[in-house]
């Protein structure tokens, strides 16, 4: 297995794009594009979708704005792990995801499986290139008591097949897109991947990734993609901790994150995406964006300046760990 550095996307501020897709509300096809717009003109140059994400409508909208751009100035990533295939009685409803295209989603972690769906994603994309594809969902939260079979399977099938996809120079890089630490370290047990989009499992709240998985990245040269910065909102001052009604306990945590933010003059959302951005493994952070105020937003907040104070009574306080690294 490699041990040199792997390809990675650019940072540290990248795009998500769930809220694309109609998370939780519809977004319509002229406000999906000013967004993007506005994020490659603010210099953002990586973009990561999934065929999940409307189901399809993420990438059809992705494909329409970045096919304009020229192709070796942006880094783009997809997801494989799912199959659509079209359902008129879905509506466009899957998951969290309204008023999308008419296909129900099914779970496909063979290796025919993912070379269809890198195939299925050029179409939408209407590209030729896929930078990086992620293994999607292959753990816990997603397959219940199921997920060591999958994961099996994804292993066997997926990560051969996408091994293989980077070698023939169809795709440049691959990993898992997931929201847990178990199958990342397992990955690297079995497989060579080269870059984790880990969501939720790095943040001001929730550092699970931080003692055993990044220290095996590093020695690996395996980087990190960090999604849900902000924790699907709650350290953004909303009421979810991944995507479900946050607990007393991580509502108290957030408080106290925001009393100690607050008398350092810190804006908590910056000090989260900057946190995410300051381990040397996390190559880009993903907030997910719909609309082209939330990415001016998130670009000044990745600049705003702050305190070493604010991180240092972080640490002597015990709200994070000593040796979580934090920004100079």
Sequence with gaps: MSDSTHFAPPGPLGFGGAPLGNMFEEVTDE??????????????????TAPEYGPGISEHR???VLRSRPRDEFVLSTKVGRLLRADASKGGQHGPFVKGLPFRVDYDYTADGVRRSIEDSLQRLGMARI???YIHDCAEDAHGERWLEVFDT????????????REEGVIRAWGLGVNRVEPCVMALERADPDVFLL????SLLNQPALDELFPRCAGRGVHVVVGGPYN???????????????????VAARDRLAEIARRHGVDLRAAALQFCAAHPVVASVIP???NPARVHENVDLMGQPIPADFWRELKS??????QAPTPT
Excluded: C, N
Aim: aromatic share 10%; net charge negative; proline share 1%.
């Design 62 to 64: 992705f494909g329409h």
């Design 131 to 133: 930078d990086i594809a």
């Design 199 to 202: 969501a939720g499992r790095y």
């Design 317 to 322: 306080s015990g709200v994070l760990p000593e």
């Design 154 to 165: 994804a292993m066997k099938g997926a990560a051969v097949a996408l091994t293989r996809l």
């Design 288 to 290: 997910g964006t719909k």
């Design 232 to 250: 699907s909102g709650l350290i953004a001052g909303g009421k979810t901790f991944e995507y479900q009604e946050a607990s007393a306990d991580k």
């Design 31 to 48: 406000m999906a594009e000013a967004t993007l717009d506005a994020a490659w003109d603010a210099g953002i140059r990586y973009f990561d």
